[in-house]
């Protein structure tokens, strides 16, 4: 990163300097309103806007605490130390960027002047925007942004390693450098920019994911894999045959990870798979319950109102509009 752009970054807050002075902790004042602590995204984002920056405040305890935002923590310089409640204890470092939901409770620990982090606040709505761009066949993206978005029982975060990676530096770059300069008029190219960078987050292999979790949490990406690229005719038998693991391992697995059960799952891929079709191709809807493996259209039609609150030709309507 420009090294003007790190200076810029490193600059002491109010806060800090008040911290320092006092030798005091976070005024939580500045970052809610309720006795729980809550960090509130209106304290933090201006009116219209989906996305803002701020840098992390250091020199202090920072107590256990949630957002009802999705939190983006991107590691500029140093390091620093969070642990989730009742889970993981994370070691970040430079180039290290940690996806946090809105439902996930951590602490973290002081950090010195060379620490440097940005906590890039994401409200969800950014993420059901019509003009959201991530490859809607992919259920290991689809899993991503779901955990981030939704109260289900996801994974918490997501941890990506991804020091000296040229594209995620670059788009990084421009990401605080367009949140930090100030420049009215900028939302569109933000969202954009946010957009090509959780693109490239999500198409990261597997490695770049492993201290995301335990070893359950790796199965559970490898059973998503699966199901992305089986969906037609998976089987949860033929899953456990490629995992090595037993099927009444895999169902207790995926709902403790995901919240759903390996044939919900399967049906969600394939209700995604039918609206990719709607939206990209003139295919009938006949043809595209055949192509994803649904053998009573009724069934069909029924799972796909109740996702997505219409018919399969109402959707395909209203996309049309939208485009």
């Not at 670059?170 to 946010?194: A, F």
């Amino acid at each position: 990163m420009r090294k003007e752009l790190v200076e810029t970054l490193s600059k002491m807050t109010e806060e800090e300097e008040r911290i320092l002075k006092e030798n005091g902790a976070i005024s939580k004042e500045l970052y809610t309103s309720e006795d729980e602590f809550v960090i509130d995204a209106a304290k933090l984002l201006e009116k219209g806007k989906l996305i803002a920056i701020r840098p992390h405040t250091r020199f202090a305890y920072f107590p256990v605490h949630r957002h009802n935002y999705i939190e983006m923590l991107v590691m500029i310089k140093g390091n620093l130390t969070t642990k989730i409640v009742d889970g993981d204890t994370l070691f970040l470092s430079e180039g290290d960027i940690l996806l946090m939901n809105r439902h996930t409770r951590h602490e973290i620990m002081p950090c010195s002047s060379d620490d440097i982090a940005v906590n890039i606040i994401i409200l969800p709505e950014f993420f059901s925007r019509s003009d959201v761009s991530y490859d809607r066949e992919n259920v290991l993206r689809d899993f991503i942004i779901t955990s981030l978005s939704e109260k289900k029982n996801h994974s918490d975060y997501l941890l990506y390693h991804t020091k000296d990676m040229i594209a995620v530096d670059n788009l990084v770059e421009n990401l605080i450098w367009t949140l930090t300069s100030g420049h009215k008029g900028m939302n569109q190219i933000v969202n954009t920019t946010m957009n090509l960078l959780l693109m490239n987050l999500s198409a990261l292999s597997s490695d770049t994911l492993k201290d995301m979790g335990s070893k359950g949490q790796q199965t559970t990406i490898s059973a998503l894999e699966y199901i992305d690229h089986n969906y037609k005719n998976g089987t949860l038998e033929e899953l456990a045959s490629v995992t090595g693991y037993s099927t009444a391992y895999l169902s207790r697995l995926l709902k403790s990870h995901t919240g759903s059960n390996f044939k919900q799952l399967l049906q969600t891929r394939k209700l995604q798979q039918a609206a990719y079709y709607l939206e990209n191709t003139t295919l009938t809807t006949e043809k595209i319950i055949e192509k994803i493996g649904y053998e009573n259209s009724a069934y069909f039609y029924r799972k796909f109102s109740e996702k997505y609150g219409c018919s399969p030709r109402d959707y395909r309507k209203k996309v049309s509009v939208l485009g």
